[in-house]
């Protein structure tokens, strides 16, 4: 079967499969998560995510610490301190 493009427009020539960027491919796995995770305790959609990474493709779950390391609002706070101490 020839395909002649992929999402996100690109054409890849070598395999003739398409070609996927990392956050679409991270999206499209979110989009499974969501939707195969759909009769489990989880009903946030973040959490039937985290369920799905560790109950069908068995991750270790995340260390309660680390959980919000790269949220908006942690890294601010964080940067906000070292201009802090800067001062």
């Known amino acids: 079967m ?3 493009g992929s999402a996100g427009g690109k054409k890849n020539t070598v395999s003739d499969e398409p070609a ?3 956050h ?3 999206f499209l796995l979110g989009l499974i998560a969501v ?3 759909g009769a489990s305790e989880a009903t946030e959609p973040q959490d039937k995510i985290e369920a799905f990474f560790i109950e069908r493709l068995q991750f270790n ?3 309660p610490e680390k959980k919000n390391i790269m949220k908006f609002e942690h890294l601010l706070k964080k ?3 070292r201009e ?3 001062a």
């Open 2 to 4: 020839q395909l002649s």
């Open 20 to 22: 996927l960027y990392f």
């Open 24 to 26: 679409e491919f991270v």
């Open 35 to 37: 939707n195969q995770m």
């Open 61 to 63: 779950p995340v260390v």
């Open 79 to 81: 940067q906000h301190k």
């Open 84 to 86: 802090t101490s800067k």
